[in-house]
T-cell receptor
Framework: AQTVTQSQPEMSVQEAETVTLSCTYD???????LFWYKQPPSRQMILVIR??????QNATENRFSVNFQKAAKSFSLKISDSQLGDAAMYFC????????????FGTGTRLKVLA | DTGVSQNPRHKITKRGQNVTFRCDPI?????LYWYRQTLGQGPEFLTY????????KSRLLSDRFSAERPKGSFSTLEIQRTEQGDSAMYLC?????????????FGSGTRLTVV
């Protein structure tokens, strides 16, 4: 069975600084997708960035980028130039490429942005 | 496209009562998922529909839980004889087709409190 681990329950970052959120996963599959989702307080989950396992190039979306290390089964999220609006819970998620396409989520990292 | 809509947003019920939640997915999305999120945890998969067919149910979905998606449109999740352990956020998500690496679109969730 696949598992996703986020070992940082909470992180803090100064506004305009850079922060990295960690995620490791376990799977026996060779092809899969990885995602980072943002969940602001009392609001819906929003897709931040996605990575296809067969792509070696790390995904980037504006201030958000990932460091995908397939052999190490690591998938970290880097947020550059942090803004107050980045404060939220961040969930790492794994999804296979067959069957139900259900997600396996980590337990989340709460990001605080300090002004 | 108005996104995924969930109603009600909040529900407080007494132990032993039945509750029903509704999810209206994005109209062209054929896949619909229900997840449960307890405090401090990531969302956990409950069940999945492709069109009107319920194709997978998690072991988390006890006999007190039932979900439907008549005509492949909106979906309902009913919990009978609620217990305090059922208190959680119930999230609905939809996606267009298998292999969609853009991920799901989530609703804002229904927060259930059983007193």
């Amino acid at each position: 069975a696949q598992t996703v681990t986020q070992s940082q329950p909470e992180m803090s970052v100064q506004e305009a600084e850079t922060v990295t959120l960690s995620c490791t996963y376990d799977t026996s599959e060779s092809d899969y997708y990885l995602f980072w989702y943002k969940q602001p307080p009392s609001r819906q989950m929003i897709l931040v960035i996605r990575q296809e396992a067969y792509k070696q190039q790390n995904a980037t979306e504006n201030r958000f980028s990932v460091n995908f290390q397939k052999a190490a089964k690591s998938f970290s999220l880097k947020i550059s130039d942090s803004q107050l609006g980045d404060a939220a819970m961040y969930f790492c998620a794994y999804r296979g490429t067959s069957g139900t396409y259900k997600y396996i989520f980590g337990t989340g990292t709460r990001l605080k942005v300090l002004a | 496209d108005t996104g995924v809509s969930q109603n009600p947003r909040h529900k407080i019920t007494k132990r032993g009562q039945n509750v029903t939640f509704r999810c209206d997915p994005i109209s062209e999305h054929n896949r619909l998922y229900w997840y449960r999120q307890t405090l401090g945890q990531g969302p956990e998969f409950l069940t999945y529909f492709q069109n009107e067919a319920q194709l997978e149910k998690s072991r988390l979905l006890s006999d007190r839980f039932s979900a439907e998606r008549p005509k492949g449109s909106f979906s309902t999740l009913e919990i009978q004889r609620t217990e305090q352990g059922d208190s959680a956020m119930y999230l609905c998500a939809s996606s267009l087709f298998a292999g969609n690496n853009y991920g799901y679109t989530f609703g804002s969730g229904t927060r259930l409190t059983v007193v």
